[in-house]
């Protein structure tokens, strides 16, 4: 019970941060937003952002396989992901965001079992820019 409050309260400040770069987006602090999302990867999820940089997957799948994240973690993960997407006007960044959030999609459903619906309306739009 005690685990279950504790992964709950993370996820519910996750998603606080996820809120704030939002806000700090439409404010059009664009940098702000950056720094934030970058300091989060990293302290929230031991992620370095130069790993979602990559065109090769390789790096980002083992290091998916080595952080060994619960699933809802991940799931938070693919939240903070997928609101950076924005084909229009970044579709490099974009599409290597996407190939690894398509990454983090498969590995909730192959380690985890969970399959969101949420999760598979994304993947339909990812696909149609991939």
């Known amino acids: 019970m005690y685990r279950r409050d504790l992964i709950t309260a993370e996820i519910e400040k996750l998603a606080q941060v996820l809120a704030r770069i939002i806000g700090l987006k439409t404010e059009l602090k664009l940098k702000e937003a950056e720094d934030l999302f970058n300091e989060t990867l990293t302290s929230s999820f031991g992620l370095d952002r130069s790993l979602l940089l990559e065109n090769d997957t390789e790096g980002f799948s083992n290091w998916l396989k080595v952080a060994n994240l619960n699933a809802e973690k991940l799931n938070a ?16 960044q974009s599409g290597l965001f996407a190939q690894k959030l398509n990454l983090i999609y498969q590995c909730l459903i192959d380690d985890h079992q969970i399959v969101h619906l949420i999760n598979l309306g994304r993947q339909k739009i990812i696909q149609q820019y991939l």
């Open 77 to 92: 993960l693919s939240d903070f992901l997928y609101s950076e997407l924005d084909f229009e006007n970044n579709p490099i």
